[in-house]
């Protein structure tokens, strides 16, 4: 496999980029493509050069395996240069991504054209840097500092129409990328060519509009889009020259940054943990028909989530109106999309077309896959699989939802308990990406392979969790809740561990979320456990809930809320009920409680790997930043603690 060819067509060069699987622009593309940009640039039968590339995308952008590395010449703003330079003008022509570096060196071409499919971005805030080769210099040449602003500090490409609109490319082609570039190329040369991009002009903004800005990106909760709106706006304010140089210092201060590192670490984990190596080569069973049981929150997001990744659906429900509100709550899914603008009625019709109901086991003789949802009691499910394992077919899949209970205690008596398996969504089950896959001694290999191919179809971030109470989430989350109950009878203030974890990046605190969510369910399980004969010690929420606060649902929880408000107030209430569990006052900086916190995170995980509960610690990362709102630029628990 040859990195870089070139084909000549008549007088146009084209140029082939294969470095599978994406065309990441590794050093050894950087070299070619300048040394080519040299080459071409002096052969006098060139009048124009295509870049196209081979495979499933145009170049994706720098090879981030490379990041952790010194830079190594020719630099990528460099070889963008070049090629802009050229006597030639060079048009990109583009599929699939043209990503970070990628784009920028679309960029530094002359033209870029695309097929409709393809998508262009700049997406390095995402990996905690700011584009290095251009990104924040060129593209508001090319497209204006408005779209510019949105493309670099959000990071979200744009398809190829949106693009075109925006100026970032310039034609969008259909039938054969490769033919339709070359006789665009060709057509230009006959037309008035363009200045480089480099050779724009871009013109200072208004104060308000770089405050309205900052304020935009800021909320992403971590520095690289605030640096990269800085990059953009001395852009504006400097020469072309002086821009560049000040881009590619921030991009190499943040390179070596914790946060950068954190989200590369984030960004390969979420790579491997869908296809898991022990998995290679097992063929998973198909799920084309899929039966839920349960119509409620849960089995209508799993059938929504199920039925969008084009599975035909059957809901099972105990009577005619459980089965019709349990499709009317998966058409509110469907709603909901619609409502969003991504998707039409149609799209709608012919989704709900796909989800029949019925309280007729029977119908599920011939469903690959049975996914079990109903209320969270071990006889209720254990009835559920009992039918299941009388009506399905031998082969097919069954799949429990329980977030607590045993899946050993659910499969018991089932026949073929070798395609029984765990299935742990979160809710909303068609919204929260994360998925435990929770296999029994008994699970086939090709089921639990069955359970990650529902995953990837699902587009959810599937992690594998042994069986213990809580799995790997909800049992770091206990523990969680646990230190953070700790902190307050040492007399930490609750309002200051929920703003330590905030500030550490988290959306809401432990005790803001419990009160958001319900302080009931936890002390329901609590009590569960006490009522099967287990030691549970008196909780905190215990003694919150015992007096009727569990949380805003009831009007106050850890916090007072005033009537129909949601703002978290102290409450003297609170103090009250849990005096005789407080020991005084502690001031702690805010910094130690969210380090403390996420410590008892950390050394849950560990107990949890020790356990061989989680495969590896990354694993468990991906489950707090999927499923409990761990910021991702932290890299989760492990990686935050040096111990992933
Ligand atoms: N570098 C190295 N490997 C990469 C890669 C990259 N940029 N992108 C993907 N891979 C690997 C990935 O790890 C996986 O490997 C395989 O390719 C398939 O990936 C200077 C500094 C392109 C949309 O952020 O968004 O340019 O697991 O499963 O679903 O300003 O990959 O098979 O061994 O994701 O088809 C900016 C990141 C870099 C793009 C394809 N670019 N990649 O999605 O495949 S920073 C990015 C993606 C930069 C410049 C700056 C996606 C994709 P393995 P995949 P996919």
């Known amino acids: ?81 070049r090629i802009e330079a050229a006597e030639t003008p060079w048009v990109a022509a583009i599929h699939g991504a043209a990503l970070g570096g990628g784009f920028e060196i679309a960029m530094g071409c002359r033209f870029r054209v695309a097929v409709d499919s393809a998508r262009v971005g700049l997406p390095e805030v995402t990996l905690g840097v700011i584009p290095g080769a251009s990104g924040t210099v060129r593209t508001p040449r090319l497209a204006g500092i408005e779209a510019a602003v949105d493309l670099v500090t959000s990071g979200k490409p744009l398809p190829a129409a949106k693009a075109q609109k925006a100026g970032l490319i310039d034609a969008v082609v259909s039938g054969d990328l490769e033919r339709e570039a070359v006789a665009f190329a060709r057509a230009a040369l006959d037309a008035d060519m363009p200045l480089p991009v480099s050779k724009r002009p871009l013109a200072p903004m208004p104060e308000d509009f770089w405050q309205a800005a900052r304020k935009a990106a800021s909320k992403a909760g971590h520095q690289a889009p605030l640096r990269a709106l800085d990059s953009l706006r001395f852009a504006t304010e400097h020469g072309f020259a002086d821009a560049m140089a000040h881009e590619r210092e921030t991009f190499l201060d943040l390179r070596g940054s914790d946060e950068a590192a954190a989200l590369r670490h984030v960004f390969f984990a979420e790579r491997a943990a869908p296809k898991p190596a022990a998995l290679k080569g097992i063929e998973p069973r198909p799920f084309k028909t899929v039966g839920v049981i349960g119509g409620g929150t849960m089995g209508a997001g799993i059938a929504g989530a199920c039925r969008e990744a084009g599975m035909e659906i059957l809901l099972i429900e105990r009577d005619a109106e459980a089965v019709s509100r349990g499709l009317a709550n998966v058409g509110k899914i469907f709603d909901g999309a619609v409502k969003r603008g991504r998707l039409t009625e149609e ?165 803001e979320a419990q009160d958001l969510g319900g302080l009931d369910i936890a002390f329901l399980q609590r009590e569960g456990a006490r009522a099967a004969g287990q030691e549970v010690p008196e909780t905190l929420g215990d003694i919150l809930v015992r007096a009727g606060r569990k949380g805003q649902k009831t009007g106050g929880g850890w916090y007072d809320y005033a009537e129909g408000a949601r703002t978290p107030l102290p409450s003297a209430a609170v103090t009250e009920l849990l005096v005789e569990r407080i020991s005084g006052t502690r001031d702690l900086p805010r910094a130690e409680i969210a380090e403390r916190l996420v410590g008892a995170m950390a050394e849950e995980g560990q107990a949890i790997l020790d356990e061989r509960i989680a495969q590896a610690p990354q694993d468990i990362d991906l489950v707090e930043v999927h499923g409990y709102g761990f910021p991702r630029w932290k890299g989760g628990p492990m990686f935050a603690t040096g111990a992933s």
Not at 32 to 54: Q, T
């Open 1 to 81: 496999m040859t990195l870089l060819t070139v084909r000549r067509d008549g007088e146009i060069a084209v140029v082939t980029l294969d470095n599978p699987p994406v065309n990441a622009i590794s050093e050894a593309v950087r070299k070619g493509l300048y040394d080519l940009a040299e080459r071409l640039d002096a052969d006098p039968e060139v009048r124009a050069v295509v870049l196209i590339c081979a495979g499933r995308t145009f170049l994706a952008g720098a090879d981030v395996r490379e990041f952790g590395k010194p830079p190594v010449e020719p630099h990528l703003p460099d070889v963008v240069d």
């Open 347 to 511: 799209g709608r019709a012919e989704r709900m077309a796909g989800v029949r109901g019925s309280t007729d086991y029977a119908e599920l003789s011939q469903a690959d896959l049975v996914i079990e949802a109903v209320f969270e009691e071990i006889g209720v499910k254990r009835a559920v699989f009992a039918e299941l394992g009388r009506v399905c077919r031998a082969d097919a899949v069954l799949a429990t939802n329980t977030s607590y209970l045993d899946p050993c205690a659910i499969a018991e008596g089932l026949p073929n308990p070798s395609r029984f398996i765990g299935l742990h969504f979160f809710s909303p089950a068609h919204i929260m990406k994360l998925l435990e896959i929770v296999p029994t001694p008994d699970t086939a290999p090709d089921v639990l392979a069955t359970g990650f191919a529902l995953g990837r179809a699902l587009n959810k971030m599937p992690v594998q969790a042994g069986i213990c109470e809580g799995f790997i989430g909800n049992r770091i989350l206990k523990r969680y809740r646990a230190e953070a109950e700790a902190l307050v009878m040492q007399g930490v203030a609750i309002s200051e561990i929920d703003a330590a974890m905030r500030d550490y990046g988290f959306r809401m605190g432990p005790f």
